[in-house]
């Protein structure tokens, strides 16, 4: 029973802190940020309800990739300009490596409007050809 009210009292102090998350998230994001988050259609739903985890959901269904704009054209170009000039950094291990070029391609389909009218299908050996070529350590056997 303790335990219970022991959980109790922490979802209630973060219920409380629902207002303070959602406007830390507001306060550090950029003017052109928060000009793509207010289009959202559900933006005033999720604002009067001080919802810290829908605005992060709205933050990143408008923020897919490093691109300030709704243009679908432009997206795509920046999108596969992203995919093409990808390099492992300096202290990235592999594993970092991958995933950043899994999302970065991820991001680069999702500004497909149409999956026949696809911009690039890079098939999975080309995929980890471009990622072995882009490494920037290279194990030598």
């Given at each position: 029973m303790e335990a219970m009210k022991t959980y109790q009292r922490k979802i209630e102090k973060m219920m409380d802190a629902r207002?303070?998350?959602?406007?830390?998230?507001?306060?550090?994001?950029?003017?052109?940020?928060?000009?793509?988050?207010?289009?959202?259609?559900?933006?005033?739903?999720?604002?009067?309800?001080?919802?810290?985890?829908?605005?992060?959901?709205?933050i990143v269904k408008t923020h897919k990739i490093d691109c300030v704009t709704s243009v679908d054209?432009?997206?795509?170009?920046?999108?596969?300009?992203?995919?093409?000039?990808?390099?492992?950094g300096p202290f990235e291990t592999l594993a970092q490596y991958s995933e950043r070029i899994r999302e970065t391609y991820g991001a680069y389909k999702a500004t497909e409007k149409d999956p026949v009218d696809a911009p690039i299908d890079v098939k999975e050996p080309d995929q980890a050809i471009d990622f072995l070529q882009n490494m920037k350590y290279r194990w030598v056997m």
């Open positions: 207002p303070k998350l959602f406007g830390l998230i507001l306060r550090d994001m950029s003017l052109e940020g928060k000009d793509e988050v207010v289009q959202d259609p559900d933006y005033d739903v999720l604002s009067e309800a001080t919802d810290p985890e829908k605005l992060w959901q709205v054209t432009v997206k795509e170009l920046a999108a596969g300009k992203a995919y093409q000039s990808i390099k492992q």
